[in-house]
């Protein structure tokens, strides 16, 4: 199995930035992706970004393109979220997940392996 455990969320003020971490441990496939998702109350989950673990080719939703940055380090089994310019409308639980495929997806149901989720306030 693969554990996924995020970290890094917390209130933050609108305009401020603040970075995601998601650790994988006990990984046993060897292409993968990794992406964040997140989701507001009562409101669906959805698809913010993701990164090939392979060569690290990206994704991003168009409503954080520019703000929002996703990348890896290798060594550390390692994703990151650096959200900068950060809205009241990011506010939400983001959630690292892990798909076993080296093609980015979008929908939720895509994925394999899930974190228990980091909670991102934005005050405005």
């Known amino acids: 199995q693969v554990q996924l455990v995020e970290s890094g969320g917390g209130l933050v003020q609108a305009g401020g930035s603040q970075r995601l971490s998601c650790t994988a441990s006990?990984?046993?496939?060897?292409?993968?992706?990794m992406g964040w998702f997140r989701q507001a109350p009562g409101k669906e989950r959805e698809f913010v970004a993701g990164?090939?673990?392979?060569?690290?080719?990206?994704r991003h939703v168009d409503s954080v393109k520019g703000r929002f940055t996703i990348s890896r380090d290798k060594a550390k089994n390692t994703v990151y979220l650096q959200m900068n310019s950060l809205k009241p409308w990011d506010t939400g639980l983001y959630y690292c997940?892990?798909?076993?495929?080296?093609?980015?997806?979008?929908?939720?149901?895509?994925?394999?392996?899930w974190g228990q989720g980091t909670q991102v306030t934005v005050s405005s």
């Open positions: 997940a892990a798909r076993e495929r080296l093609i980015i997806g979008i929908p939720s149901s895509n994925y394999d392996y």
């Open positions: 006990g990984r046993t496939f060897s292409d993968y992706t």
């Open positions: 990164i090939n673990w392979n060569d690290g080719s990206t």
